[in-house]
């Protein structure tokens, strides 16, 4: 069924390989192991992963060029631990350049395509992970969340995306981007799916000393009545779609109806978290990226004369545009003129934005904020922008610099018929209690 659709809807160009024949033998295994009753709890549930997701000796490029022709030697936990229960592996998906980007509009292998819509971007950077599960060629996709890149990519497919606490899944195998910001999340068409992946990818592993030892909670149950705050700001800002504040609207109002406390809060940090995402996550990746010297992996010029004009030949002819900016102006933060003036600063405003955040948690059980200002925009419109893709992240990145958990629902339409997200954030290690606030909220 799957390998079906992935076959009808190549034009949305979500994977970048597909695993046929090999996706079809474990079938046939699991199906023995069934029957022996041998078989693990996700026995034939059907993955799809990001391109920055490492799975032995098949090649992964992060969506970019540099990687060509690059096998990983080992698998990343999040992709083994589902293999361990059985789950099937169907292909990796297409993501903007080492998960750079809000649109999927910067990938090697060209733009995905939204279903709901093909002529709008599916959101990013897991804009393929997002697409395979909206489009029905996998239950569901691991995706990697940065800034927003499974929730965004979620809101834009009217489908459930979560990015974890980070710390809560291992990195083990994920490409870096940002280090202390990337999370690999997950996406279903239901929360209890997102859940149950969760629950199998999470915790700590040897692999990864910054993965936490936290224990996983298991589902909860609750009927209870929540304390949940809004930013005032969601509402207020030109920049949110109408239909967009409608929504949120709406969702509050059924909260309300039942009993629920909502509260209107302000938080005048907001404007400077996107500045503040941007300086560190790109001072961390010109630091990470680094490591694509054209000696070690992938992709190495065939015109070097000498060893500086092999790795500035390799690099230029290996990364796109969007990676590059990125590679300069990380580069230029951490500059020793200007680390303390913008690296420094945005530590410490990061710190401020984590505190403010952690405060209004421990008054109210949720925040509760639009995904994304807009729902998916057309292909080409901020791709010469990048200031404007960037404003597309404006509501994810609070949660990515306090390294909260937050989950995006699909909660209603605009009059386009494209999919509005809803996100819900809460404490640090609380996944049950999203999961169980998003059942009652869908
Ligand atoms: N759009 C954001 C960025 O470009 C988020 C990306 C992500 O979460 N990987 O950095």
């Known amino acids: 069924h799957y390998l079906k659709n992935i076959e009808d809807k190549q034009s949305l160009n979500a994977f970048i390989e597909v695993y046929k024949e090999e996706a079809l033998e474990r079938a046939v295994q699991i ?26 000796n098949h090649q992964v490029s992060g969506g970019s060029k540099i990687l060509e022709g690059f096998e990983s030697q080992f698998t990343a936990t999040a992709v083994q631990r589902l293999l361990n229960e059985d789950a099937i592996v169907i292909g990796r998906q297409n993501c903007d350049e080492f998960g750079m980007g809000s649109s999927n509009e910067n990938s090697a292998f060209g733009h995905v395509k939204n279903a709901a819509d093909e002529s709008r971007v599916p959101g990013g950077s897991s804009g393929g992970s997002a697409v395979a599960v909206q489009a029905d060629m996998c239950l569901v996709s691991l995706g990697t969340d940065t800034g927003g890149s499974v929730r965004q990519p979620a809101s834009f497919c009217g489908i459930v995306g979560i ?36 629950q199998t990818i999470g915790g700590h592993d040897p692999n990864d000393a910054t993965s936490s030892r936290e224990p996983i909670k298991p589902v909860l149950v609750t009927k209870g009545k929540y304390k ?29 109806s039942d009993d629920h406390t909502v509260e209107a809060i302000e938080f005048p940090l907001l404007k400077h978290a996107l500045p503040t ?18 000696a070690h992996y992938g992709h190495r010029s065939a015109q070097s004369e000498d060893l500086e004009s092999m790795y500035k030949n390799s690099r230029t002819e290996g990364f796109g545009d969007e990676v590059r900016r990125r590679i300069m102006l990380g580069t230029f933060v951490l500059s020793a003129d200007y680390h303390d003036a913008y690296f420094k600063k945005a530590q410490e405003v990061r ?43 404006l509501f994810t990145v609070q949660a990515s610099v306090s390294g909260i958990p937050a989950i995006s629902i699909p909660m209603g339409k605009d009059q386009n018929n494209l999919p509005i997200g809803i996100q819900v954030m809460t404490k640090a290690f609380e996944e049950d209690k999203i999961f169980a606030f998003s059942k009652y909220l869908m």
């Open 31 to 56: 199906d023995e192991k069934i029957k022996t009753k041998k078989a693990g709890k996700l026995a034939g549930l059907v993955f799809g992963i990001k391109d920055l997701l490492c799975y032995q």
């Open 163 to 198: 990015k974890p606490t980070y710390s809560r899944v291992s990195r083990w195998g994920l490409l870096a981007y940002a280090s202390s910001f990337d999370t690999i999340g997950v996406f279903a068409k239901s929360v209890a799916d997102c859940e149950l992946v969760l």
């Open 228 to 256: 949940v705050a809004y930013l005032k700001e969601a509402l207020s800002s030109e920049g949110v779609q109408g239909e967009v504040k409608d929504t949120l609207k709406s969702t509050l109002a059924q909260l309300q």
């Open 277 to 294: 995402y941007y300086i560190l996550t790109t001072a961390e990746s010109s630091t990470n990226l680094s490591r694509y010297d054209g």
């Open 351 to 393: 710190r401020l934005i984590k505190d403010a955040t952690e405060k209004i948690l421990s008054e109210y059980d949720f925040i509760v904020i639009p995904t994304s200002p807009t729902t998916a925009f057309p292909i080409g419109a901020n791709d010469q922008n990048p200031l404007q893709m960037y404003m597309a992240d």
